[in-house]
């Protein structure tokens, strides 16, 4: 079975993007204090669902609005949407920038981009010749920050050989650079990308190499629908599990919180 708009397991109905927003969750800490971009729907998810569950420490601010633990429900697509505004404070834009490339507040970045490449850099500038792109996007935004942080962790919903290429064609955020002599060369203070969750799978890095290994498959997905939807050879282990499907409990707490259904489409 593939997972379309959405799948059932255990006579529970869930779309692929619940499944993302609970699977973010569950990497996050009681301690961590995350910070997101505009268009960010799934981690403003992630970070209330861990807070009303195994994380009620956690802090999380939302780019845009600046917003600090937005209360949420209804869910908005956008950091910018005044609704966040609903929330425990807000802080100056240029407050949040200085925590950003502090290093020793931010634990957690929420990143994605245009490309995503075997090391975990990413792209948010143009795809292709950057006088004559065939795409272009917001520029760099935050992403130069991620070397800061003390974890990173990309979300997309979009996995194809478009979106995870070999090599991005701008960095505007740091992964592991070029790999491991090149990452150590460069002496960055933050930890690196530690998780990468899409429609099709979870995956993490090995820590040897440095390159994109798969963790999970999401239920209905198979390995090699992964593989063939990934532009460059993604290192797969012999035993590859599946990601736990949400539970009743997670799938009405997100509920409650998505009360226009924005996660209930793909």
């Known amino acids: 079975?593939?997972?379309?708009?959405?799948?059932?397991?255990?006579?529970?109905?869930?779309?692929?993007?619940?499944?993302?927003?609970?699977?973010?969750?569950?990497?996050?800490?009681?301690?961590?204090?995350?910070?997101?971009?505009?268009?960010?729907?799934?981690?403003?998810?992630?970070?209330?669902?861990?807070?009303?569950?195994?994380?009620?420490?956690?802090?999380?601010?939302?780019?845009?609005?600046?917003?600090?633990?937005?209360?949420?429900?209804?869910?908005?697509?956008?950091?910018?949407?005044?609704?966040?505004?609903?929330?425990?404070?807000?802080?100056?834009?240029?407050?949040?920038?200085?925590?950003?490339?502090?290093?020793?507040?931010?634990?957690?970045?929420?990143?994605?981009?245009?490309?995503?490449?075997?090391?975990?850099?990413?792209?948010?500038?143009?795809?292709?010749?950057?006088?004559?792109?065939?795409?272009r996007g917001p520029g760099t935004v935050g992403l130069p920050f991620l070397s800061r942080v003390g974890r990173v962790l990309i979300y997309t919903q979009s996995h194809n050989r478009r979106t995870f290429v070999e090599k991005v064609d701008f960095l505007s955020g740091p992964g592991f650079l070029g790999g491991p002599a090149e990452w150590a060369s460069a002496g960055l203070s933050g930890g690196g990308p530690a998780l990468v969750v899409t429609p099709l799978c979870t995956m993490g890095f090995d820590p040897e190499s440095l390159r994109m290994r798969l963790v999970s498959v999401h239920p209905g997905v198979e390995i090699d629908e992964v593989r063939d939807a990934t532009g460059f050879d993604l290192l797969i282990p012999d035993s590859v599990p599946v990601t736990s499907a949400p539970t009743s409990r997670q799938l009405s707490i997100l509920r409650d919180l998505d009360t226009d259904g924005l996660l209930k489409g793909p």
């Open 1 to 135: 079975m593939a997972v379309m708009a959405g799948s059932v397991t255990n006579d529970l109905a869930w779309s692929r993007s619940e499944l993302m927003a609970i699977e973010l969750a569950a990497h996050l800490r009681d301690d961590d204090v995350a910070v997101m971009g505009t268009a960010s729907a799934l981690p403003q998810v992630a970070c209330r669902l861990a807070q009303l569950t195994h994380a009620p420490g956690l802090w999380y601010i939302a780019g845009g609005t600046c917003s600090v633990n937005p209360h949420l429900s209804p869910v908005v697509q956008s950091c910018c949407d005044h609704d966040l505004l609903r929330a425990d404070t807000a802080i100056p834009l240029s407050d949040v920038v200085l925590l950003e490339g502090r290093g020793d507040v931010l634990t957690v970045f929420f990143a994605g981009g245009l490309q995503i490449d075997a090391y975990g850099n990413c792209n948010l500038v143009a795809v292709g010749e950057y006088s004559r792109p065939s795409l």
